[in-house]
């Protein structure tokens, strides 16, 4: 449930705030589920990409590449505290 709490979190941010504000909240409710820079991602591509503007879609894939940093920095330190 807490998980599903921070997703949903980091989807109304995409609406409600400027981007460096909701770029924040999905990076740090990342750390709780590393999906929710990804899910951030795409629904600010759905809603504020334009397909011309860009070659590719780039909200998306600043979505995926922080919630793989998030998840292998997460991953990374969840090691190194248990040994």
Request: no cysteine; proline share 7%.
């Amino acid at each position: 449930m807490k998980k599903f709490i921070f997703i949903v979190i980091s989807l109304g941010a995409v609406l409600l705030f400027p981007k460096t504000v909701w770029i924040t909240i999905a990076l740090l409710s990342g750390w709780v589920t590393p999906l929710a820079p990804l899910s951030a991602g795409f629904l600010a591509e759905a809603l504020y990409g334009a397909p011309e503007a860009f070659p590719f879609p780039l909200y998306a894939f600043s979505g995926t590449g922080f919630a793989l940093l998030v998840f292998f920095v997460r991953r990374f330190i969840e090691t190194r505290i248990i040994r």
